[in-house]
């Protein structure tokens, strides 16, 4: 039996702000409404892929969150638990409105199979500085791939390379190991490096 | 660049790392084997390349306003249970 167990201390910039609202300031809860609206809604659009979905996540995100924040534990950041809550929300939704199981990517698909395959010249695209690439039209086509990648990719992908989570706080959301994490990113991401070479072949 | 002969097999085996690499998780021995192949080899060089510019176009994607009207109402049925 443990006599004396160390408590993880987590620095939280929400802390205050939680410990605040489960000690009775509700009207608080607004803030944190207007903290993370903004990030939500953009989570919600890159994993449900349609103003109404993504909308209709943020606000059972934000219920759930008021209906269970009297048993959150400090033990992890605040944000991490409500992304944990935003995307057992957004799974839930699109397994209601899409019955097709998810479909595997394989690294095999994105391999060259021999030598011939590989390409020795470092396409244009690759060389170019952001500004120059990026565009309404662009941005469009990867927003399309990136909803287009099968779930279990997607949401891995979203929260490491969109929301920025470590590898270890995006195992710890989505209650995977960090080496899952690891080889779905990196298959999501040849998928849509795939996407980007297709855009650009006659380029 | 030097003139060693072109080891396939390598390359596939650092294709499967290259995200680890980018993202500075791999161990020290695995990085400097990545490294020591990729000075070499111009497709590695080319396929690394490209995945990294796949993940900085992607990261900076614009993000989206959240519409008026929903933030609104949000706010209404926030103010409803609170």
Redesign the interface.
């Known amino acids: 039996m443990i006599k004396n167990p160390v408590t993880r201390q987590i620095k939280d910039n929400d802390g205050e702000l939680i410990r605040a609202i489960n000690d009775g300031k509700i009207d608080k809860f607004q803030d944190l409404v207007k903290r993370y609206e903004h990030r939500l809604y953009n989570f919600g659009l890159k994993m449900c892929g349609n103003v109404q979905d993504a909308e209709d996540m943020v606000q059972d995100t934000f219920l759930n969150v008021f209906r269970y924040l009297k048993d959150f534990r400090y033990e992890t950041k605040f944000k991490n638990w409500m992304y944990r809550i935003a995307t057992s929300t957004c799974i839930k939704k699109r397994r209601k409105s899409k019955f097709a199981p998810d479909r595997e990517l394989s690294l095999e698909e994105f391999l060259p199979k021999d030598e011939s395959e590989f390409n020795t010249e470092l396409p244009f695209w690759a060389a170019q500085p952001l500004d120059k690439l990026l565009n309404a039209e662009l941005a469009g086509h990867l927003k399309n791939a990136v909803v287009d990648l099968p779930e279990k990719y997607r949401v891995v992908f979203v929260l490491r390379d969109i929301e920025g989570f470590s590898t270890v706080e995006t195992a710890e959301i989505l209650n995977l190991s960090a080496a899952n994490i690891k080889v779905r990113l990196h298959r999501a991401r040849l998928f849509l490096r795939d996407q980007l070479k297709e855009y650009f072949k006659d380029e | 660049m030097n003139n060693e002969p072109?080891d396939?097999e390598k390359?596939?085996k650092l294709?499967?790392k290259?995200?680890?690499y980018i993202?500075r998780?791999l161990d020290d021995a695995s990085c400097r084997e990545v490294e020591h192949h990729i000075c070499q080899c111009?497709?590695c060089?080319?396929?690394l390349?490209?995945?990294?510019?796949?993940?900085?176009?992607?990261?900076?994607?614009?993000?989206?306003?959240?519409?008026a009207a929903?933030?609104s109402k949000?706010?209404g049925?926030?103010?409803s249970?609170?």
């Open positions: 072109h396939h390359c596939l294709f499967r290259l995200s680890e993202d998780e111009e497709p060089q080319a396929c390349e490209t995945l990294k510019k796949t993940i900085e176009l992607c990261k900076n994607m614009d993000d989206q306003p959240v519409p929903f933030s949000l706010r049925l926030i103010r249970v609170t």
